[in-house]
C-alpha cells in the first residue's frame, strides 16, 4: 500500500470521525463521570470493534447485510434498542463516583469496555458505510487481506486519539465545571444518544445507494 493511500485514508478517517457518534458520547460520558481507567476501557471497547468491523468487512459480511433483509432489520433494531436504553441510563445516572473502590472501578471497566463494543457492533449504518468506505483505499493487484489490516489498525489507532480527546475533555470538565453543569454535559450525551437511536430505527440500507 503507497503513501497516498495511507495519507488519503487517513485524512478520510478523520473527517468522519469529526463527527460525534455514539462511541464518541460514550467516552465523552465516561470521562466526565467516570475514573480514566474506567474510560479508557471504553476506548479499547470501541477500538476493538473497529478492528472486527473492519475484518467482517474484509470477509463480505457488509454485502451479506445488504443482501439480507431480516438481518439488516434485526441488527438495527437491537442497535436502537441498546443506544437508547443507554441514553436512559445515562440521563438518569448520578454524576459522581469519580472516588471509587478498585472493585467497582474494575466492574466498571468491564461493563464500558462491553458497552462501547456492543454499541459499534450493533450498528449496521456503520457496517455499510464501512463495506462502502474502506474498500476505495484497497488495491486489487496487491494482497488484500494484509491491506485490509493496515487498514483497520489505522482506524482503531484514529478512534483511539479521537475518543481520548473526547475523555479528557470530559475530565477538564469535572474539574472545572460544578456538579450541575457536568450532570449536563451527561443528559445532553443522553439526549444525542436517544436522538441517534430514533435515526438508527429510521435508516435504511437504501440511504448508501
Not at 455499510?128 to 493496515?150: E, G, R
Amino acid at each position: 500500500m503507497d503513501s497516498t493511500t495511507l495519507f488519503l485514508y487517513l485524512i478520510a478517517v478523520a473527517a468522519v470521525m469529526v463527527t460525534p457518534g455514539p462511541t464518541m458520547l460514550l467516552a465523552l460520558s465516561n470521562g466526565a463521570t467516570r475514573p480514566m481507567r474506567v474510560a479508557a476501557c471504553g476506548i479499547a471497547g470501541a477500538a476493538l470493534a473497529d478492528l472486527i468491523l473492519i475484518g467482517a468487512v474484509g470477509c463480505g459480511l457488509g454485502a451479506v447485510l445488504q443482501a439480507s433483509e431480516h438481518l439488516f432489520t434485526a441488527i438495527k433494531w437491537l442497535g436502537a434498542a441498546y443506544l437508547f436504553y443507554l441514553a436512559v441510563s445515562m440521563w438518569r445516572a448520578p454524576t459522581q463516583a469519580l472516588v471509587a473502590t478498585s472493585d467497582a472501578t474494575s466492574a466498571s471497566g468491564r461493563a464500558a469496555f462491553l458497552r462501547a463494543l456492543f454499541v459499534a457492533l450493533s450498528n449496521p449504518k456503520t457496517i455499510l458505510f464501512t463495506s462502502a468506505f474502506v474498500p476505495q483505499f484497497v488495491h486489487a493487484d496487491k494482497p488484500v487481506a494484509v491491506q485490509y489490516v493496515i487498514l483497520a489498525v489505522i482506524a482503531a489507532l484514529m478512534d483511539i486519539v479521537m475518543m481520548a480527546i473526547y475523555a479528557f475533555g470530559g475530565r477538564h470538565a469535572v474539574r472545572t465545571l460544578s456538579a450541575r453543569a457536568v450532570q449536563w454535559i451527561n443528559r445532553g450525551c443522553a439526549g444525542m444518544l436517544a436522538f441517534l437511536a430514533v435515526g438508527l430505527s429510521l435508516y435504511r440500507r437504501s440511504d448508501l445507494r
